[in-house]
């Protein structure tokens, strides 16, 4: 495997926050292709189904954002054509801890260093609130739990949730401190 290029060698990246509601269905857009694009394999079309309906749209994702949860379009600026690539969301919890609720990035722009830098965004506001611990849940499955090991991130965890519709999420827990 190759190392990642140098962080000053890819294109500008930039992290939007999504504060105003018409900003909202630009998010749930870019989720449901993620989702259908890298979920469908791991979990089955029926549940990624489900989870686009009940979690990953623009109403779900306005109730969270007027919970509290803060979400941030990632947006990538490349020979001055601007694309939005992925998204995450955070919220901050009791004791001194971000939950990264989401955290997407759409297939052409993975595996060039934007997860990285992201999650390097996403420490770094945790830090300057400072909090001292970041966690997620990500599927037993999925190849990015191995991606997370390498940014710092330990298995917590092992969780099964079940999330309605007959489905469970089968995820572990994984925390990083910061």
């Known amino acids: 495997m190759s190392a990642a290029p140098p962080l000053q060698a890819l294109p500008h990246l930039y992290s939007v926050p999504v504060t105003h509601p018409d900003q909202v269905p630009t ?8 989702w259908y694009e890298y979920y469908v394999p791991l979990i089955g079309r ?14 779900a994702m306005q109730a969270q954002i007027d919970q509290g949860y803060e979400y941030f379009l990632v947006q990538r600026l ?12 955070v919220q901050e919890q009791p004791g001194r801890v971000m939950f990264l609720s989401k955290f997407y990035l759409h297939h052409a722009a993975r ?5 990285r830098r992201c999650m390097e965004f996403i420490e770094g506001l945790a830090r300057r609130r400072e909090l001292s611990l970041l966690w997620l849940t990500v599927n037993k499955g999925n190849p990015s739990v191995r991606a997370y090991v390498r940014l710092g991130f330990r298995i917590a965890a092992e969780l099964v949730m079940d999330i309605g519709g007959g489905f469970v999420m089968d995820d572990y827990r994984m925390e990083k401190a910061l």
């Open 27 to 34: 998010v749930a857009a870019l989720a449901h292709e993620i």
């Open 46 to 59: 029926a549940q990624v189904d489900y989870m686009v309906a009940k979690f990953q749209n623009a109403p």
């Open 111 to 115: 595996g060039s260093g934007t997860g």
């Open 78 to 89: 490349e020979s001055g054509k601007q694309s939005d690539i992925g998204y995450c969301a």
